[in-house]
């Protein structure tokens, strides 16, 4: 019987399962290099901790590890239903929520290890985490897309951790009770990028699909959106990386100047706030503000006898 230590935690709603102790066992080198070996070496385990029946699709995985850089306090790989991601932006402030808890960090600023680079964060006493994000940028400006349904849409491809296609003109209410229509269209983007060969840099899958429109309210936040992640699972927060996607774009034309804050309302009501730092005349880095509540603490159990130990066959 094998045992994975867990806290679970949630940021805006969205869940992130830090794992704290487990049989996996990762080389030195990079945070990539670790990645690589986590995928090659240790998928089944990805699936025993954030899929069925331990899991579910919306989950993420957080697996710390040793830093990798001297001033660092951790490292983290990421992974959800699918496989793992370069960053997490809800899922590392959960991190900090679950070490936090732990007693293992304490307000002030700290650094996080992460496979697409080092992130700094700063914790207040209240919880709040305002995390600085990976470099971000606008790869390709209001992209023509044809969708299999023969209608056209536009979008932004960007990165902020991960790659986005960030559209405006879907002509859809940003409700949960229009779930089944975002997700159906999100779908299809996702499919004409792939048929279309849009990529983030020239190899990489832009994988995750980001739906903008109006905040319920101007009171509350300046836009909403609903983020289909590559797993098929929507995005309960704001999304840490689609966020910083979209500073990227607003950056790049202007529409936000350096250190103004944009608040991004999620599709279940929660908020982050954001801003950016420009680094050259193409990238920014921006800085998300959020909070997330600890709501679990255990052991997962991991019974050799169990025909569904690992997960379901894929």
């Not at 019987?1 to 709603?13: A, F, L």
């Not at 090659?40 to 331990?54: K, L, N, S």
């Not at 700063?122 to 209608?151: E, F, K």
């Not at 966020?243 to 790049?252: G, I, N, Q, R, Y």
Request: hydrophobic share 40%.
């Amino acid at each position: 019987m094998e045992r994975i230590r867990v806290i679970d935690t949630h940021t805006g709603g969205e869940p992130t399962r830090v794992v704290i102790s487990s049989p996996i066992e990762l080389p030195g080198g990079s945070m990539s290099d670790r990645r690589e070996h986590f995928d090659a070496e240790y998928d089944h385990y990805r699936r025993a901790m954030v899929c069925e029946p331990r899991g579910n699709d919306v989950m993420v995985g957080a697996l710390m590890t040793p830093p990798v850089a001297p001033d660092s306090i951790a490292g983290v790989i990421f992974f959800n239903n699918v496989g793992t991601l370069g960053m997490c932006g809800h899922g590392l402030i959960g991190v900090v929520a679950a070490l936090r808890f732990l007693e293992s960090v304490g307000q002030g600023t700290h650094r996080i290890d992460t496979p697409v680079g080092t992130v700094q964060f700063t914790l207040a006493v209240d919880g709040i985490v305002s995390l600085q994000n990976v470099p971000s940028y606008l790869a390709q400006d209001n992209v023509v897309l044809q969708l299999p349904s023969g209608r056209q849409v536009h979008g932004d491809v960007a990165w902020g951790g991960n790659w986005f296609f960030i559209c405006h003109d879907h002509g859809l209410t940003i409700e949960l009770s229009n779930l089944q229509q975002l997700t159906m269209l999100s779908r299809e983007i996702r499919a004409a990028l792939r048929q279309q060969n849009i990529t983030g840099d020239g190899t990489h899958e832009v994988d995750h699909i980001e739906l903008v429109g109006p905040a319920s309210s101007p009171c509350l936040a300046d836009a909403k959106n609903f983020v289909l992640c590559p797993g098929e699972a929507y995005d309960r927060s704001p999304c840490g990386t689609g966020t910083s996607a979209k500073l990227a774009c607003l950056a790049a034309r202007g529409e936000l100047a350096e250190g103004v804050v944009f608040r991004q309302e999620s599709i279940v009501g929660s908020v982050f706030s954001a801003s950016y730092r420009r680094l050259n005349a193409d990238c920014i880095e921006p800085t998300i503000e959020g909070i997330a509540y600890v709501t679990g603490e255990g052991e997962l159990l991991l019974d050799p006898l169990d025909p569904f130990c690992m997960g379901f066959p894929s």
